[in-house]
Every structure is written in C-alpha cells, then in structure tokens.
C-alpha cells in the first residue's frame, strides 16, 4: 500500500474524529448515541498508523546489496555464495512484504475501502448521516422542551403558519387586532381572567380547532 494513501488515509479519520469530538463539546447529550462512531474512527486510525509503520521499517531493509562484488560474475564460487545469499534473504524479504500485505488487505476489505475517493465519500456520508440524526434528535427535543414549557411570551410558541390561522380565523384578518391581543395576554396575570375576556368580546366557537389551540397556549402561560 502506497505512503501517500496511508497518509490521506490518516488525515481522513483524523478530521472526522476532530469534528465528532467538536459536535459532541457542545452537544454531550449525543456522546452516548454518537460513541460507537467515534470508536470505530479511533481503531481505524490506529490501524492505518500500524500499516505506515510497517511500510517504513520495511523499507528500511536493503535487500539488493550483497557482500560480494557483483562484477565478478565468472566466478563460481562468488555465484554460489551469491546464489545462497538471495535464497536466505528471499524468506525475509517475502515475509516482510506478506506481513504488510496481510494487514493491509484485512484492514482494507474490512473497511470496505478500495481507493481514496470512495472512502473519502464514505466518510462525508456517515458523518452527514450522524449529523442529521443528532441534529433531529436535538431539534426534536428543544422542541418538546419549548412546549412544554412556561411561557412569558406566548408569541414566541406561535409559529408563522399558527399566526396567519389565528389572524385569519379568529381576528378577521386584522393584525392590529391580533397583535392587541398577544399583548394583553401577555400582560396578565390570570389564565381564567384572559379566557373569559375572549368569551365576552369575540365570538369564537370554542370547539372549533384554531380557539382550542389558542386557548392551549394562553393556558401554558401559567403551568
């Protein structure tokens, strides 16, 4: 396995194990879920690592020189010695080479990495897909947290879609009035006190979705 494919290998892991470690500083909630991922980049850059330093020594074995001078070639005696040299060193050689090539191709087919690019598009996917897993988990729970929680002001619960339903359906498409509301509301200190203002002066139908919902958010003003 070439050097320079080690390296890229390396430098791969090494920028998807710093962006987990950075996502998981600011969201420790996802360390559990996220971990095995983490995990597995470690091994994998520790095996890519175990490659390089096998190549290296590997290469540090000088396998063409021999003791002999090559340029006496008519004598049989130095071709014996010669002969008997490289069938020494053949051994070595080759079990230096297989021990790389061994754990490379596991390495490799375990992975199931081929080239850079596919590995680099391998990375880019996981780390997308855990990323969009962990950002719904955590939208999904600020979520649940926003509405389930106390509000101080009730507009802030009141999506863009819920304040053109509410304007539409409850205040005649007058904002004015809308926005007179939401301040009032806001502005009170008494839940059963707003609700029975809204029975007087409009006249909603209280099972009708939009006052029902309304009503829910004028109510999570005082939980």
């Given at each position: 396995?070439?050097?320079?494919?080690?390296?890229?290998?390396i430098?791969?892991?090494?920028?998807?194990?710093?962006?987990?470690i950075?996502?998981?500083?600011?969201?420790q909630?996802?360390?559990?879920?996220?971990?095995?991922?983490?995990?597995?980049?470690?091994?994998?850059?520790?095996?890519?690592?175990?490659?390089?330093?096998?190549?290296?020594?590997?290469?540090?074995?000088?396998?063409?020189?021999?003791?002999?001078?090559?340029?006496?070639?008519?004598d049989?005696?130095?071709?014996?010695?010669?002969e008997?040299?490289?069938?020494?060193?053949?051994?070595?050689?080759?079990?230096?080479?297989?021990?790389?090539?061994?754990?490379?191709?596991?390495?490799?087919?375990?992975?199931?990495?081929?080239?850079?690019?596919?590995?680099?598009?391998?990375?880019?996917?996981?780390?997308?897909?855990?990323?969009?897993?962990?950002?719904?988990?955590?939208?999904?729970?600020?979520?649940?947290?926003?509405?389930?929680?106390?509000?101080?002001?009730?507009?802030?619960?009141?999506?863009?879609?819920?304040?053109?339903?509410?304007?539409?359906?409850?205040?005649?498409?007058?904002?004015?009035?809308?926005k007179?509301?939401?301040?009032?509301?806001?502005?009170q200190?008494?839940c059963?006190?707003?609700?029975?203002?809204?029975?007087?002066?409009?006249?909603?139908?209280?099972?009708?979705?939009?006052?029902?919902?309304?009503?829910n958010?004028?109510?999570?003003?005082?939980?």
């Amino acid at each position: 396995m070439n050097n320079k494919i080690i390296i890229q290998l390396i430098n791969n892991n090494l920028e998807e194990i710093k962006n987990l470690i950075n996502h998981f500083q600011n969201e420790q909630d996802d360390l559990k879920s996220g971990f095995p991922l983490l995990e597995s980049r470690l091994a994998s850059l520790n095996k890519d690592v175990e490659i390089l330093k096998l190549n290296l020594d590997n290469q540090e074995i000088d396998f063409t020189s021999t003791p002999l001078d090559s340029e006496n070639n008519s004598d049989k005696q130095s071709k014996s010695v010669i002969e008997e040299y490289e069938i020494q060193s053949t051994p070595i050689k080759a079990a230096a080479i297989e021990e790389v090539k061994a754990i490379s191709e596991s390495h490799y087919i375990e992975e199931g990495i081929q080239l850079i690019e596919p590995i680099k598009n391998n990375v880019e996917k996981t780390a997308s897909t855990l990323n969009d897993k962990l950002q719904a988990t955590v939208g999904k729970n600020l979520q649940e947290q926003i509405q389930k929680s106390k509000l101080v002001d009730i507009q802030s619960a009141i999506g863009i879609n819920d304040q053109f339903l509410f304007i539409r359906e409850l205040f005649d498409n007058n904002s004015e009035d809308y926005k007179s509301a939401i301040n009032y509301i806001n502005k009170q200190i008494d839940c059963n006190k707003i609700i029975s203002h809204f029975n007087k002066t409009k006249q909603w139908d209280n099972e009708k979705d939009a006052v029902i919902q309304f009503f829910n958010l004028i109510k999570r003003k005082f939980e």
